[in-house]
């Protein structure tokens, strides 16, 4: 188990010491700041919040397979604020899949389902109470208030 603040890691499993390094993990973590998971993968995004996780990791260290699902909470992205953001993730020769994503976003939801595969984006996203555009108030609706 690692430490991390408030928050752990439960790691379960082998790593095999000769080539090819089989793997067969389970990783439990708990109460973790995201930002310190993109920090320790050695990652910089503009991702905050706090996050459970459960992943599975088999394969060899030269090719694992990723699966797992999470729950982040009272976070941002980019500066845009969220309540909760939940789903499955796996990965697997390079390709990411998100399934049964669900974000909830203060006014509203998004469902995100999809595939990314080096630059390229696929995904499903139906975004309910969500308003993409952001304009400055007018001056108009400024005396309103």
């Not at 697997?92 to 899949?97: L, M, N, R, S, V």
Request: hydrophobic content about 35%.
């Amino acid at each position: 188990m690692w430490k991390n603040g408030e928050g752990s890691h439960h790691v379960k499993g082998t790593v095999g010491l000769e080539t090819p390094h089989e793997l067969n993990l389970r990783i439990e973590s708990e109460k973790i700041r995201i930002e310190s998971i993109l920090k320790m993968a050695g990652m910089s995004y503009p991702v905050t919040g706090w996050v459970e996780n459960t992943v599975n990791v088999i394969g060899t260290s030269e090719k694992p397979s990723v699966s797992g699902d999470f729950l982040a909470w009272d976070g941002s992205v980019a500066g845009q604020l969220f309540q909760s953001v939940s789903g499955k993730y796996s990965y697997d020769d390079g390709k990411i899949t998100i399934q049964d994503g669900l974000a909830y976003i203060y006014d509203g939801t998004a469902l995100i389902n999809g595939s990314i595969i080096g630059d390229t984006l696929n995904m499903d996203v139906t975004l309910t109470d969500i308003c993409l555009l952001y304009t400055s108030p007018s001056p108009r609706d400024m005396r309103r208030s």
